[in-house]
């Protein structure tokens, strides 16, 4: 029969309380809140850390994924206030009590973040994961290129190598009487940091060092160690002592240390014209001058190594991405930095996406019915809609035949407490662990969540399915006695405590500083229970619906019954 669906929406802000339980089994983390404790506060805890259940005791917040099940206990055990300030009457209101936990959902997951975390979790843990995915990034030879400094040293201004290299020598003009002033340099060799430090323009820590006054007179200038030169600045004029600056950086992933370092002698190469360079694998990190002011007296240069690597260079610290819809059918970008320890996160973004491939999806791998609890005691009631039928007196007894036909209503409730941002894949052979439903219940169950396209909390819903209850009766109406016949209806109304686990599947990437990306299966890094999610709900639905016919005379007294039945059944040959 077609069924009526009814969206059942709930408060963003405040979250059911599922009860006062005895007992939270499988808790997966504790942290202490104290007087700022609250089930919401607690709930909001929860679900940023992906879990499903949340409760309160005291000043403590409890998260998990296993549901308490037998240990609820009267309301009247959950009766501690959650600020000291304000009083408290149930477990909604109060958390938990001395031997009591106030225990509830938490709302929708971020599983994109979740999901994210995890990722990221291995990358900061896992060292074989990690240094096997930096061997795929290709790290570029170091470059030498030539910087020309044939007009910019002839003027004021910074003469500077550029593209995050530094400096390795330098080229003069040849010799001329008279003319030896500093804009006679007119090149310098300028190279990349080595590979080991991984070095790429937009990661070096730079600063200019002061040479104001220590070029303006014989000896050495040089940088703080551990940095090299990458550029120089002069004013206008001839003379050394217009030499003013050094622009001084180093890579951000070496140790503020030199390697070996040595005295470069170029008394004499910088006296004609030539190159005057460092040996391979050296930077240039000082200047000795002499007393004169030609350009001839830059007698040495001092020459480094590059110092070890720190451990902390933009290869250990690549941003991961997925591609997920979310709940409402939209596609987005999700990243994190693979090296983001913050407490909220703070490198995780989301952005629109239109690109299909490489999508990471949800899916539904099994079903569990943690609990069952009665809703209502079962007692026999008038069928909602159907008139009694009446026998009429005669002076001789008989035989009445009468159709009842009536339609009969059933009712469930689909509510997830604890759902996801993302949508989901539940396919119909999807397991379902349920050892207190029989066959009829599994398959209406199956039939409801395999319905389903997203698990949030909006998508909770009642289902009302109508189906028609025909019931042939036959009485033996005595003499001169005036019969009504009646259907009354049992119903009992069970609402389970279910489970859901899901797995993620599909592709993830990590993309560094230097625009490389590879995609990867998320299967390769998150396995068994770091692929699965769960959500949590509850399902209302009635176990027991039966009919039974009542025969009565016109006081109402009951003379009999009988012809017991499943509602909307057919029943042909009933005689009470």
Same mark, same amino acid.
């Given at each position: 029969?077609?069924?009526?669906?009814?969206?059942?929406?709930?408060?963003?802000?405040?979250?059911?309380?599922?009860?006062?339980?005895?007992?939270?089994?499988?808790?997966?983390?504790?942290?202490?809140?104290?007087?700022?404790?609250?089930?919401?506060?607690?709930?909001?805890?929860?679900?940023?850390?992906?879990?499903?259940?949340?409760?309160?005791?005291?000043?403590?917040?409890?998260?998990?994924?296993?549901?308490?099940?037998?240990?609820?206990?009267?309301?009247?055990?959950?009766?501690?206030?959650?600020?000291?300030?304000?009083?408290?009457?149930?477990?909604?209101?109060?958390?938990?009590?001395?031997?009591?936990?106030?225990?509830?959902?938490?709302?929708?997951?971020?599983?994109?973040?979740?999901?994210?975390?995890?990722?990221?979790?291995?990358?900061?843990?896992?060292?074989?994961?990690?240094?096997?995915?930096?061997?795929?990034?290709?790290?570029?030879?170091?470059?030498?290129?030539?910087?020309?400094?044939?007009?910019? #040293? !002839?003027?004021? &201004?910074? +003469?500077? /190598?550029?593209? =995050?290299? *530094?400096?390795?020598? @330098? %080229? $003069?003009?040849?010799?001329?009487?008279?003319?030896?002033?500093?804009?006679?340099?007119?090149?310098?060799?300028?190279?990349?940091?080595?590979?080991?430090?991984?070095?790429?323009?937009?990661?070096?820590?730079?600063?200019?060092?002061?040479?104001?006054?220590?070029?303006?007179?014989?000896?050495?200038?040089?940088?703080?160690?551990?940095?090299?030169?990458?550029?120089?600045?002069?004013?206008?004029?001839?003379?050394?002592?217009?030499?003013?600056?050094?622009?001084?950086?180093?890579?951000?992933?070496?140790?503020?240390?030199?390697?070996?370092?040595?005295?470069?002698?170029?008394?004499?190469? #910088? !006296?004609?014209? &030539?190159? +005057?360079? /460092?040996?391979? =694998?050296? *930077?240039?990190?000082? @200047? %000795? $001058?002499?007393?004169?002011?030609?350009?001839?007296?830059?007698?040495?240069?001092?020459?480094?190594?590059?110092?070890?690597?720190?451990?902390?260079?933009?290869?250990?610290?690549?941003?991961?991405?997925?591609?997920?819809?979310?709940?409402?059918?939209?596609?987005?970008?999700?990243?994190?930095?693979?090296?983001?320890?913050?407490?909220?996160?703070?490198?995780?973004?989301?952005?629109?996406?239109?690109?299909?491939?490489?999508?990471?999806?949800?899916?539904?791998?099994?079903?569990?019915?943690?609990?069952?609890?009665?809703?209502?005691?079962?007692?026999?009631?008038?069928?909602?809609?159907?008139?009694?039928?009446?026998?009429? +007196?005669?002076?001789?007894?008989?035989?009445?035949?009468?159709? @009842?036909?009536?339609?009969?209503?059933?009712?469930?409730?689909?509510?997830?407490?604890?759902?996801?941002?993302?949508?989901?894949?539940?396919?119909?052979?999807?397991?379902?662990?349920?050892?207190?439903?029989?066959?009829?219940?599994?398959?209406?169950?199956?039939?409801?969540?395999?319905?389903?396209?997203?698990?949030?909390?909006?998508?909770?819903?009642?289902?009302?399915?109508?189906?028609?209850?025909?019931?042939?009766?036959?009485?033996?109406?005595?003499?001169?006695?005036?019969?009504?016949?009646?259907?009354?209806?049992?119903?009992?109304?069970?609402?389970?405590?279910?489970?859901?686990?899901?797995?993620?599947?599909?592709?993830?990437?990590?993309?560094?500083?230097?625009?490389?990306?590879?995609?990867?299966?998320?299967?390769?890094?998150?396995?068994?229970?770091?692929?699965?999610?769960?959500?949590?709900?509850?399902?209302?639905?009635?176990?027991?619906?039966?009919?039974?016919?009542?025969?009565?005379?016109?006081?109402?007294?009951?003379?009999?019954?009988?012809?017991?039945?499943?509602?909307?059944?057919?029943?042909?040959?009933?005689?009470?």
């Amino acid at each position: 029969m077609p069924s009526e669906l009814r969206r059942l929406r709930r408060s963003v802000g405040s979250y059911q309380v599922e009860g006062c339980f005895s007992s939270f089994n499988g808790s997966g983390f504790t942290k202490q809140l104290g007087d700022h404790n609250s089930n919401v506060r607690c709930q909001d805890t929860c679900r940023d850390k992906g879990y499903i259940l949340a409760a309160t005791k005291g000043g403590e917040c409890h998260c998990g994924n296993i549901y308490p099940k037998g240990s609820k206990v009267d309301n009247s055990q959950c009766s501690s206030k959650c600020r000291p300030y304000t009083p408290c009457h149930e477990p909604q209101s109060c958390c938990g009590g001395p031997s009591a936990y106030s225990v509830s959902v938490v709302g929708n997951i971020d599983v994109a973040k979740q999901v994210l975390r995890r990722l990221s979790y291995e990358w900061q843990t896992n060292d074989d994961y990690r240094n096997h995915l930096k061997t795929l990034v290709t790290i570029p030879s170091p470059q030498t290129e030539q910087a020309n400094w044939e007009e910019s #040293f !002839d003027r004021e &201004g910074w +003469s500077s /190598c550029g593209n =995050g290299k *530094y400096m390795t020598g @330098l %080229y $003069r003009h040849k010799f001329k009487s008279g003319d030896e002033r500093i804009g006679r340099i007119e090149f310098a060799e300028c190279r990349d940091a080595p590979s080991n430090l991984y070095p790429i323009k937009e990661d070096l820590d730079c600063y200019n060092h002061n040479w104001w006054t220590s070029f303006d007179s014989a000896g050495w200038s040089k940088c703080n160690t551990g940095y090299y030169m990458t550029g120089i600045y002069n004013t206008n004029g001839a003379e050394l002592y217009h030499i003013e600056e050094a622009k001084c950086c180093r890579p951000k992933s070496q140790v503020k240390l030199w390697g070996k370092c040595y005295t470069l002698d170029v008394w004499t190469s #910088f !006296d004609r014209e &030539g190159w +005057s360079k /460092c040996r391979s =694998g050296y *930077y240039m990190a000082g @200047l %000795y $001058r002499n007393n004169c002011e030609r350009l001839g007296c830059i007698e040495n240069f001092f020459c480094c190594e590059m110092g070890a690597y720190n451990g902390d260079s933009w290869i250990e610290r690549p941003d991961l991405f997925i591609k997920v819809k979310d709940a409402a059918g939209q596609l987005k970008h999700c990243s994190m930095n693979a090296m983001d320890m913050s407490p909220s996160s703070e490198t995780y973004e989301c952005k629109s996406a239109s690109d299909l491939t490489n999508m990471l999806t949800l899916n539904a791998l099994k079903f569990i019915i943690e609990d069952e609890t009665p809703l209502n005691v079962a007692k026999p009631e008038p069928v909602a809609g159907f008139r009694p039928v009446i026998c009429s +007196s005669h002076t001789n007894s008989y035989k009445c035949s009468k159709w @009842l036909t009536t339609s009969i209503s059933t009712s469930s409730s689909f509510s997830i407490g604890t759902g996801f941002t993302l949508a989901v894949k539940v396919g119909a052979s999807v397991e379902l662990e349920a050892k207190f439903f029989g066959s009829g219940t599994k398959t209406t169950f199956s039939t409801e969540i395999a319905a389903s396209t997203s698990f949030n909390v909006e998508s909770s819903r009642s289902n009302t399915y109508t189906t028609t209850d025909r019931t042939d009766v036959s009485v033996q109406v005595p003499a001169n006695t005036e019969v009504t016949i009646n259907l009354l209806r049992t119903v009992q109304n069970l609402v389970y405590k279910w489970k859901a686990d899901f797995q993620m599947l599909g592709k993830y990437s990590l993309k560094w500083k230097n625009e490389q990306e590879f995609f990867q299966d998320v299967t390769t890094v998150l396995t068994g229970p770091k692929r699965e999610i769960y959500a949590f709900g509850s399902w209302n639905y009635p176990d027991t619906d039966v009919l039974r016919v009542v025969i009565t005379d016109k006081y109402g007294n009951e003379m009999r019954s009988g012809c017991e039945h499943n509602a909307g059944e057919t029943v042909t040959d009933c005689e009470p």
